[in-house]
């Protein structure tokens, strides 16, 4: 019986990442999803402080799991089996690098405590809910990262909706 993981261990380019991804993704893609995570990773660390943080990134593909992303002190998850349908399969990808990356980037580099809210980005949410959700703390700061970094429109016009709710909320920038 084969594993269900394969572990890649570490990349020269990334020598303090440990990486691992599903059996269902293809090791050639799973290289170039981890080749563009680093990509990530290193452009955040220029941007807001470097690090030479250890931690690993796993791709899994859970179709049936609504969880799409998740950021814990070791590292971060992406399910690549539930894709967001307003986006293409890169850009869906690309954000969920960006935000889940900061995330880690926020926790142990900058050493700022996320709180008591979940890490775990959800599919399933209504319009309305995502928009809370991303209204406070780390996740308003990873839209605002994600707007800046990606040059997609919709998370622009997106951290507008946001900024709107905060400001009906009484929320400070």
Not at 130 to 146: H, N
């Amino acid at each position: 019986m084969a594993p269900e993981s394969c572990f890649h261990g570490r990349l020269d380019i990334a020598p303090s990442i440990e990486l691992m991804h599903s059996r269902s993704i293809s090791c050639e893609n799973a290289g170039e999803l981890f080749r563009g995570a680093i990509g990530v990773w290193q452009r955040i660390c220029r941007r807001f402080g470097q690090s030479g943080l250890e931690f690993w990134i796993i791709l899994g593909f859970e179709p049936k799991y609504s969880v799409i992303a998740s950021c814990c002190r070791w590292g971060v998850y992406f399910n690549l089996g539930r894709m967001r349908t307003n986006l293409t399969p890169a850009e869906d990808i690309a954000s969920r690098f960006v935000e889940e990356l900061y995330h880690l980037h926020e926790w142990q580099v900058q050493g700022i405590d996320p709180g008591v809210i979940s890490l775990d980005e959800r599919l399933s949410l209504s319009p309305e809910e995502l928009t809370a959700y991303y209204s406070d703390g780390p996740e308003y700061r990873a839209l605002k990262v994600l707007a800046q970094m990606t040059r997609v429109p919709h998370w622009k016009k997106f951290l507008e909706e946001v900024g709107e709710y905060r400001r009906s909320k009484g929320l400070n920038d």
